[in-house]
């Protein structure tokens, strides 16, 4: 049985729950519209103001999971997965309960219309309730929720959260926040009735309280430690996201609201708290620990760009697809695209452990378009090839190069890179190995004939090379017939005759099989019979035209079941799903391989690459 007051009211109208702000945005519209002010003012206030706190907590999100920021100064090294990340999706629950409550206090007492915009008595005196009566009665609150029925059924679904982000802060039930709503109104009701309120009282008030919860909860440490050296008092007067960290991991201390006085005075003070904050700030200007494996990607275009932990969190949970809010961002993203363009270099975006190894990826700061611009193809090599300096120098074991950062035409897929640099210790890898094997294992075994665009491609070589030897009749796509006999040629001569050069697609129109390396459309899809099942490697994938075929996803695998902090989906993957070159790079440092993997696909390492990958966990996407 749910306890009482643990649910929220409406926690089953999923986006409908904004309605709820429906009344006090008719009032203004319609102050708004057909009268000559608005008169209920404070409904504008407080449709202001929930906004102004979900924008405190957006920044916060924000900073604390821009890593190439944060990360030497994280408390928790393990990532938020994809658990807390649903568990907290109704973080702002508490946003809709504090608004309504205004809003009955507005209607209860009228008076608040009158409210000036300023008066510093009332901060004085907000401060001294505040002290007084906020932070002690906070304190024995949280004690209390911290013991038997009440941290059962109440409390501890805050706590299930084992990583602190901005977004926990926001993340307990109906009860706690009802208590948190009075915590947080005795200042301000006692003030205005004291005659001494203001508007500014009331938005600088719950823009700091808001803006301290969710420094507490940030997981970085970005207080200073040489603050509490040179005014040792005061530690007592401000929380730090350390302290409360370690109630988190220590439930049985640190149990202040803001000030760490009350839990001195109730002998609940974590001794650890000023050391490990001292050590956490202090470690912050060394380098953290160094990864195992980096993949190396970049953007896609303007519009996936916003798909970044540090944008929303949310967003970035669920596979990529374009959404309405994104586009009055678009100014902003393209804005942030001409800077990184100018200035920016390749930086870390997100990471997981597996087994004990850390996996991070990294981003080189340009889109899908500028690696097709020729002016911009030698600022892209030099990018990708600081970042493998950079990840050499600093002891990772293999770096996985993305899509277009191994483009042939770009770097000979990564072989320019390792010929420059012959003593590397980094192992450098395309993963196309694995993306084949892949595409190959999802071919029925009993088919006889396929049909392949980009056939001339790494993959598309790599691909009719295969499956020739498995004796599959390919029908090469391609109009230059010397690249064609030089694939040929490397096949075996008892099998060079599977190997079948057409310039057309009309010779596929019999063919239910097709291997998409090169983007079609739908007027060539159009050529292929009813029942035809379209494979395919290229970027981006082609439009699902046909209604009477089916279509493969790109080459993709699933991450092995123990992987750790993945909270992120890469791209349009699934959850837990990673395209089939970042697998690729995973298989090769789990299996301690010490050679490079760039350049041309060695035929004969497909079977041996996906064996590797199966042993390990990964597991092809159409097996689920």
Not at 262 to 276: E, Y
Not at 297 to 320: C, E, I, K, N, Q
Not at 486 to 495: H, M, T
């Amino acid at each position: 049985m749910v306890a009482p007051l643990s649910a929220w009211p409406w926690e089953n109208f999923g986006v409908f729950k904004y309605l709820l702000y429906g009344p006090l945005a008719a009032k203004v519209l319609y102050s708004w519209i057909y009268e000559d002010s608005i008169k209920d003012l404070w409904c504008l206030h407080i449709l202001v103001i929930c906004a102004l706190r979900g924008l405190i907590h957006q920044l916060w999100n924000s900073y604390s999971t821009t890593l190439f920021l944060t990360r030497n100064r994280r408390i928790k090294q393990e990532g938020v997965d994809f658990k807390q990340i649903d568990r907290e999706w109704d973080w702002d629950n508490f946003l809709i309960l504090h608004a309504l409550l205004a809003y009955m206090a507005c209607l209860i007492f009228p008076s608040l219309d009158d409210l000036p915009l300023w008066n510093p008595k009332g901060f004085i005196t907000l401060l001294f309730l505040h002290v007084t009566v906020s932070e002690p009665l906070y304190y024995w609150a949280h004690r209390y929720f911290h013991e038997g029925y009440l941290f059962t059924h109440y409390h501890s679904l805050h706590h299930s959260s084992s990583v602190t982000h901005p977004y926990t802060a926001g993340h307990a039930t109906f009860l706690e926040h009802l208590i948190l709503c009075v915590v947080i109104g005795i200042p301000m009701a006692g003030s205005i009735m004291m005659g001494y309120g203001s508007t500014s009282m009331v938005y600088g008030y719950v823009s700091a309280f808001d803006f301290l919860r969710c420094l507490g909860h940030s997981n970085v440490e970005v207080v200073p430690h040489e603050v509490f050296n040179k005014l040792p008092f005061l530690k007592y007067f401000l929380y730090t996201p350390t302290y409360h960290s370690l109630h988190h991991t220590e439930m049985g201390t640190n149990f202040c609201l803001f000030m760490p006085l009350f839990d001195a005075m109730g002998n609940t003070l974590n001794r650890n708290s000023w050391h490990l904050h001292k050590k956490i700030s202090s470690d912050s200007a060394k380098n953290g620990r160094v990864p195992d494996f980096v993949f190396l990607a970049h953007g896609v275009d303007l519009t996936s760009s916003m798909h970044a932990p540090f944008v929303f969190r949310s967003f970035a949970s669920v596979p990529f697809s374009t959404r309405i809010f994104l586009l009055p961002l678009l100014p902003v993203a393209f804005l942030v695209m001409l800077i990184m363009w100018a200035w920016s270099k390749t930086f870390l975006i997100s990471f997981y452990n597996l087994r004990g190894h850390l996996h991070q990826t990294w981003v080189v700061p340009r889109f899908g378009f500028q690696y097709f611009l020729p002016f911009a193809m030698e600022g892209i090599n030099k990018r990708i090839e600081e970042a493998i300096l950079r990840a050499d120098r600093i002891g990772v074991k293999v770096i996985s190069l993305a899509a277009l950062n191994k483009n042939e035409a770009l770097n000979g897929g990564g072989t320019l890179f390792v010929e420059k640099h012959p003593d590397l210790k980094v192992r450098v890898v395309h993963g196309n190995t694995l993306t084949a094997a892949v595409i190959l294992n999802e071919i029925p075994k009993d088919v006889e004939e396929v049909f392949l665009t980009g056939a001339t491609s790494k993959l598309g070589r790599a691909i009719a090379l295969y499956l020739c030897r498995r004796s599959v009749r390919v029908l090469m796509l391609t109009l230059s017939t010397e690249r064609y006999q030089k694939i040929q040629r490397e096949a075996p001569a008892d099998c060079q005759n599977y190997l079948v050069q057409v310039t057309k697609y009309q010779a596929a129109q019999n063919c239910k099989t097709w291997i998409v390396g090169k983007w079609i459309t739908p007027r060539q899809q159009s050529w292929a019979p009813s029942g035809t099942h379209f494979h395919q490697f290229v970027v981006p994938p082609i439009l699902a035209f046909r209604r009477d075929c089916t279509y493969g996803d790109l080459a993709a695998m699933r991450l092995p079941d123990d992987v750790e902090g993945l909270g992120s989906c890469e791209y349009t993957m699934e959850r837990g799903v990673v395209h089939a070159c970042h697998a690729g790079g995973v298989v090769h440092q789990l299996e301690g391989w010490t050679h490079h993997e760039v350049g041309a696909i060695d035929v004969d390492r497909i079977d041996i690459v996906w064996k590797a990958a199966l042993k390990h966990g990964l597991r092809p996407v159409s097996s689920m």
